[in-house]
């Protein structure tokens, strides 16, 4: 059902994305500040990796409506082909361990996004998510506008099921990928191959069916 929902979606929408049609693609640069004991080698040591910055409208509303905005982020950490995190996060309710959960319509592009479901690492689960970096620009609702000399920028956090959110990281984006290459990306979690982060249970089930 999961399946065919999306691809009816799809076709409506002429053969593009189900969700998050509008958007547009930023190269960017992560930096990791290193120090955890998450158990993941790529959050748990200080770097500085290349990555891609896909910004988004959910339901492909107009600007003057708000809708649940979406960051797909592709980081590559250096362990060769195919060595790569795929992260996707949505607007939520809020930052407290019951409201992250719950996706919320949002009009700035300046919000707070997470992971909704967690990962698998060996310290414990694990909730991902970017975090307004107060020191960067504030970003309106117009993809167009957002900065490419370094101002828009986001805080990466990691957090248990129950705990705060821990800032281990900054994705500062730069210059656009051109709309070909954008409506080519296909992000997917699923997919990655980060040692020690796996992406799985109920809600993973479901969206392997959607990515689909």
Same mark, same amino acid.
């Given at each position: ?13 002429? /053969?593009?994305? =189900?969700?998050?049609?509008i958007g547009r693609t930023?190269?960017?640069? &992560? ?27 959910? #339901? ?10 979406? &960051? ?6 250096? *362990? *060769? ?10 607007t939520a309710l809020g ?33 991902? =998510? ?10 309106? #609702?117009?993809? &167009?506008?957002?900065?490419?000399? *370094? ?8 957090? /248990? ?17 051109? #709309? ?10 699923? +997919? ?6 796996? #992406? ?5 089930? +479901?969206?392997?069916? &959607?990515?689909?």
């Amino acid at each position: 059902m999961v399946e065919h929902a999306f691809r009816a979606l799809a076709a409506v929408r002429g /053969g593009r994305r =189900a969700v998050h049609p509008i958007g547009r693609t930023f190269h960017a640069t &992560a930096r990791t500040r290193g120090g955890e004991s998450s158990g993941v080698p790529f959050l748990d040591r200080a770097g500085e990796y290349p990555a891609l910055v896909r910004l988004s409208r959910g #339901a492909g509303l107009p600007t003057f409506l708000p809708d649940v905005l979406g &960051a797909a982020v592709r980081i590559h950490d250096g *362990g *060769g082909p195919g060595r790569h995190l795929d992260l996707l996060v949505s607007t939520a309710l809020g930052r407290s361990p019951l409201l992250r959960h719950l996706p919320a319509p949002r009009r700035r592009l300046t919000s707070v996004y997470t992971s909704m479901a967690g990962y698998r690492t060996p310290r414990g689960r694990r909730y991902l =998510a970017l975090l307004p970096d107060r020191r960067g620009a504030r970003i309106g #609702a117009d993809l &167009a506008a957002v900065p490419t000399d *370094g101002r828009a920028r986001f805080l990466v956090a990691v957090a /248990g099921r129950w705990g705060r959110w821990r800032v281990v990281g900054q994705l500062v984006l730069r210059s656009p990928v051109t #709309a070909e290459i954008d409506e080519r990306l296909a992000f997917d979690p699923l +997919a990655s191959g980060v040692a020690g982060l796996h #992406a799985d249970g109920l809600l993973w089930r +479901a969206r392997r069916l &959607a990515y689909r």
